[in-house]
């Protein structure tokens, strides 16, 4: 991550490092990175921070450790919870996740390992799924006779085709790198050597445009999934409307005409 990077923010089991407009998050809880009920509070508690960092325009969130991104819940508190909890179990998950889909700019998922259960609709609720090779991604709730609750059948479908979705929704089947790539469910595959830099050097290529447009196209996108296309439509309107009051807009159209970089300022 280069020596200009800065320790900004230590927990038990999430830590964050900025380097100028980049944030990276590491989810640490050996050995499977599971999504304890803590490790959500820190979750949430770091974006939080990000969300309201000014330099922030741009997460990457990783695993630490060798073997895996995120792994599911925590499952010893399953047999004594009952539906009430159960449901407030799911739903405050769903809380983290969203803020995380929601959050101000884009965040790359850097996958290696075991991406299942929770650590899969972890993973959905990013923006862009870099992989590496010997990354497995699955949703094997149905076997505990469960069904994903962080999101998974929610996400999932919308991801990638509704049919493949909901078999590996009713199967359990954990897929490889290049399965998850084929479907749509992971967005880059490269060696796991390579997995830090290739996401670094997408979150730079991404960096390198208007951030408030960065911003509103992720805006656009997110509220347009969850409207018919007209409506959609709309909204994309709407936003490409207010960039037309920016600085950056101005910016942009004459570097172009002069051919050269531009130099946006996020006004």
């Known amino acids: 991550m280069g020596e200009e990077a800065k320790t900004e923010g230590m927990r038990r089991f999430v830590s964050y490092t900025i380097e100028e407009n980049l944030a990276w998050v590491t989810i640490d809880n050996p050995p499977l990175n599971a999504l304890n009920h803590a490790l959500m509070d820190e979750l949430s508690a770091v974006f939080k921070e990000l969300e309201e960092n000014e330099n922030v325009l741009i997460v990457i969130l990783q695993g630490g450790g060798e073997r895996a991104f ?20 799911s739903s405050g998950g769903q809380d983290v996740f969203n803020q995380i889909e929601n959050f101000k700019g884009p965040v790359i998922a850097a996958i290696q390992g075991f991406a299942l259960g929770g650590g899969c609709e972890l993973a959905m609720a990013c923006d862009i799924r870099v992989a590496s090779e010997d990354a497995k991604f699955g949703q094997p709730e149905i076997n505990l006779a469960l069904i994903p609750g962080y999101g998974g059948t929610q996400r999932m479908p919308r991801l990638i085709a509704p049919g493949k979705a909901k078999e590996l929704i009713y199967t359990g089947e954990m897929i490889d790198a290049m399965e998850a790539s084929r479907i749509g469910l992971a967005d880059r595959v490269v060696k796991r050597e390579d997995l830090l830099e290739e996401a670094k050097k997408l979150a730079t290529k991404i960096l390198a445009k208007g951030p408030l447009a960065v911003k509103a196209a992720k805006k ?11 409506e959609g439509l709309k909204v994309e309107s709407r936003y490409f409307g207010e960039l037309f009051n920016t600085e950056d807009k101005n910016e942009g159209a004459l570097a172009f005409l002069e051919k050269r970089k531009p130099i946006f300022k996020g006004k």
């Open 220 to 230: 656009a996108i997110n509220e347009g999934l969850a409207l018919p296309l007209r």
């Open 70 to 89: 995120a792994a599911g819940a925590d499952i010893k508190q399953f047999p004594t919870m009952d539906q009430t909890g159960a449901e407030k179990f």
